[in-house]
């Protein structure tokens, strides 16, 4: 047992000495690259259009990145940033249409850091639009855009937005995305006709002004 005790120590030794001579040789694989991240948050998701809003992230590795932002929707755009040593980088950023917007950053690319991309953020431009709603007294008429009114009929009447066509409106701090289902109203002020069921969604009173996406 003495004997073979000083055996296995050497065999040990020499198995560590090889490993390391065998890493030491092993070619650097010339595709590796280390990982990256890119993160991406908006100042506020519901604004006028025109109104300002400001994207900020951070991206990993930390340095001075440039940062390329996407913006898709009714107007898209493409706009450049470069981080900070701290990695974070900001850009404001104002939508020029009434619509939804989805946003993207995309991080560093390079031969060692592979391409990034964030989450997408979404921002939604409203309008401000006279409204009022119907239902009451009409209940089982027919719609211009197909189907019969009911108490529980969800959808806008609208003079010239395609049947179908998706509104998200915003009353106070209540959002609802309804279809164009009737046409109207003929009311001057006035851009859309809520159904009684839409309205009650929003606690919108009988006439007044909501943000409209259309």
Known sequence: MRRLFPSMLLAAALASFATQALAKKAPHHPNHRSGAHVSLHVSRHAVLSGQRVVLRGRVRPRGSHRVRLVVRGPRGAVAGARSRRNGSFALRWRPRRVGSYRVRAYGRHDKRV????????????????????????????????????????????????????????????RAITVPVIDRGPYVAGRDFDLTAATRARLHFPSTGVVLASR
């Open 114 to 173: 592979r391409a990034a991309v964030s989450a997408a953020r979404r921002v939604t431009a409203y309008r401000p639009a006279g409204a009022s709603y119907y239902g009451p007294g009409l209940y089982g008429g027919a719609l211009a855009c197909g189907g019969t009114l009911t108490p529980g009929t969800l959808g806008v009447a609208h003079k010239t937005l395609p049947c179908g066509s998706k509104v998200k409106l915003r009353y106070r701090r």
